[in-house]
């Protein structure tokens, strides 16, 4: 049966008209990844259990869309299936006959017990496009073990590179890995579409939470590899330059700054009024001023207090110096600092007043412009009576 979904009339041009996702998703990584593919113009499709997307209820009791939840679930229609059940499972089946791609994190092994792995549905659907994501990998000793983004940021070494030198590890401050996960799966499923389009045929896409977020630490990698060293954390600035991603605090806050080259270097002094720092033989070079940071940050620190945070920022930036003012969230404005104008979309639901999210941007003609956020089972009837 044809798809009976439309996107909203705004979006007649959008890039994934026609295409049906069907998303076993909890939490984030392949919540994130439906929600990106619905800003898109597919049709995603969310089954969820009687109790929902654990991510509903996460530190939030007034509605059935929490901020987890909010943030990654936008433009979905939720279906509730008792999987446990015959009736359940044959729905699911139909919806996933009737699919482009299927998305899924669920524990290794729990999908596949009841005929819904990617073995059974790529052999029997070979145009599916499935895309599954594990903490550990789906086979493996490892792969009974809880995946959530705090455990992959440990395991991966991340987390060891993350904080002040001679203090405990830091986690990053959101779910980090999560959202490369969810990113590297858009990808994926991009590519395997483009290829089905030459090819006719689907793909199998499987990530692990700890293969990404190993991935991502390449250039520590490089580093490693190419030093013999261990990379260990030591806060701000960059191990191999000078001055690199060094926070300085002004007259009425903070900014970070990067001038490790010979050319920014002289720059940043003469921008600040230190330009004797230049033949000041401890800062002559990008491997002096590595050995003497301390020193240097020092100095900086002194003639940074005598501008406010926007004056260093316009001094900078016009000596061409790499530098950012630190800033909380409720200093960031769209069409402000370089944010995009359109970056934030109305997300709502039928409860209650939109809130602007950040929203998706792949292509500089196409936007959506809002999303609405499903209910538990909101769709359900909808969605079922499509099969008949």
Same mark, same amino acid.
């Given at each position: 049966?044809?798809?009976?979904?439309?996107?909203?009339?705004?979006?007649?041009?959008? @890039?994934?008209?026609?295409?049906?996702?069907?998303?076993?998703?909890?939490?984030?990584?392949?919540?994130?990844?439906?929600?990106?593919?619905?800003?898109?113009?597919?049709?995603?499709?969310?089954?969820?259990?009687?109790?929902?997307?654990?991510?509903?209820?996460?530190?939030?009791?007034?509605?059935?869309?929490?901020?987890?939840?909010?943030?990654?679930?936008?433009?979905?229609? $939720?279906?509730?299936?008792?999987?446990?059940?015959?009736?359940?499972?044959?729905?699911?089946?139909?919806?996933?006959?009737?699919?482009?791609?299927?998305?899924?994190?669920?524990?290794?092994? $729990?999908?596949?017990?009841?005929?819904?792995?990617?073995?059974?549905?790529?052999?029997?659907?070979?145009?599916?496009?499935?895309?599954?994501?594990?903490?550990?990998?789906?086979?493996?000793?490892?792969?009974?073990?809880?995946?959530?983004?705090?455990?992959?940021?440990?395991?991966?070494?991340?987390?060891?590179?993350?904080?002040?030198?001679?203090?405990? @590890?830091? /986690?990053?401050?959101?779910?980090?890995?999560?959202?490369?996960?969810?990113?590297?799966?858009?990808?994926?499923?991009?590519?395997?579409?483009?290829?089905?389009?030459?090819?006719?045929?689907?793909?199998?896409?499987?990530?692990?939470?700890?293969?990404?977020?190993?991935?991502?630490?390449?250039?520590?990698?490089?580093?490693?590899?190419?030093? &013999?060293?261990?990379?260990?954390?030591?806060?701000?600035?960059?191990?191999?330059?000078?001055?690199?991603?060094?926070?300085?605090?002004?007259?009425?806050?903070?900014?970070?700054?990067?001038?490790?080259?010979?050319?920014?270097? @002289?720059?940043?002094?003469?921008?600040?009024?230190?330009?004797?720092?230049? $033949?000041?033989?401890?800062? %002559?070079?990008?491997?002096?001023?590595?050995?003497?940071?301390?020193?240097?940050?020092?100095?900086? &620190?002194?003639?940074?207090?005598?501008?406010?945070?926007?004056?260093?920022?316009?001094?900078?930036?016009?000596?061409?110096?790499?530098?950012?003012?630190?800033?909380?969230?409720?200093?960031?404005?769209?069409?402000?600092?370089?944010?995009?104008?359109?970056?934030?979309?109305?997300?709502?639901?039928?409860? /209650?007043? %939109?809130? &602007?999210? @950040?929203?998706?941007?792949?292509?500089?003609?196409?936007?959506?412009? $809002?999303?609405?956020?499903?209910?538990?089972?909101?769709?359900?009837?909808?969605?079922?009576?499509?099969?008949?």
């Amino acid at each position: 049966m044809a798809n009976t979904f439309q996107p909203p009339i705004d979006d007649q041009e959008a @890039p994934l008209r026609g295409i049906r996702v069907v998303e076993f998703g909890q939490y984030i990584a392949a919540p994130a990844a439906g929600q990106a593919l619905a800003d898109l113009g597919a049709d995603v499709i969310k089954i969820e259990p009687d109790g929902g997307d654990a991510a509903r209820q996460i530190g939030w009791v007034q509605d059935d869309c929490g901020p987890m939840f909010s943030a990654y679930n936008r433009g979905k229609r $939720s279906v509730v299936l008792n999987l446990r059940s015959a009736e359940g499972q044959q729905h699911a089946h139909r919806l996933v006959d009737r699919a482009d791609i299927v998305l899924q994190n669920a524990r290794p092994g $729990s999908l596949e017990r009841i005929g819904l792995g990617a073995q059974k549905l790529t052999e029997r659907l070979p145009r599916l496009i499935y895309g599954q994501v594990s903490g550990f990998g789906q086979t493996g000793p490892a792969s009974v073990r809880a995946g959530l983004d705090i455990a992959a940021q440990a395991e991966s070494g991340m987390m060891s590179l993350n904080g002040e030198a001679g203090r405990a @590890p830091v /986690r990053i401050g959101f779910t980090v890995v999560d959202v490369l996960t969810a990113q590297t799966l858009v990808s994926g499923v991009l590519a395997a579409l483009y290829r089905r389009t030459v090819t006719g045929r689907g793909s199998l896409i499987e990530l692990s939470l700890i293969d990404v977020a190993v991935t991502s630490l390449a250039n520590a990698w490089a580093e490693y590899r190419l030093q &013999n060293e261990v990379p260990m954390r030591r806060g701000n600035g960059q191990p191999m330059a000078a001055p690199a991603a060094e926070v300085v605090a002004t007259r009425d806050g903070l900014v970070v700054v990067s001038a490790y080259t010979q050319q920014h270097f @002289p720059r940043l002094c003469a921008a600040i009024g230190q330009a004797s720092l230049t $033949s000041d033989p401890r800062f %002559a070079d990008n491997c002096s001023r590595v050995q003497n940071r301390t020193e240097l940050l020092t100095i900086l &620190n002194a003639a940074f207090r005598h501008f406010s945070t926007g004056q260093v920022c316009d001094l900078l930036t016009d000596a061409g110096v790499v530098v950012g003012a630190i800033r909380t969230m409720d200093q960031i404005h769209p069409g402000q600092n370089g944010v995009s104008e359109d970056l934030f979309v109305p997300t709502h639901t039928a409860k /209650r007043t %939109a809130m &602007n999210i @950040p929203g998706l941007s792949l292509l500089s003609d196409y936007r959506r412009r $809002s999303g609405k956020l499903p209910h538990l089972g909101e769709h359900t009837a909808e969605v079922l009576a499509e099969l008949q």
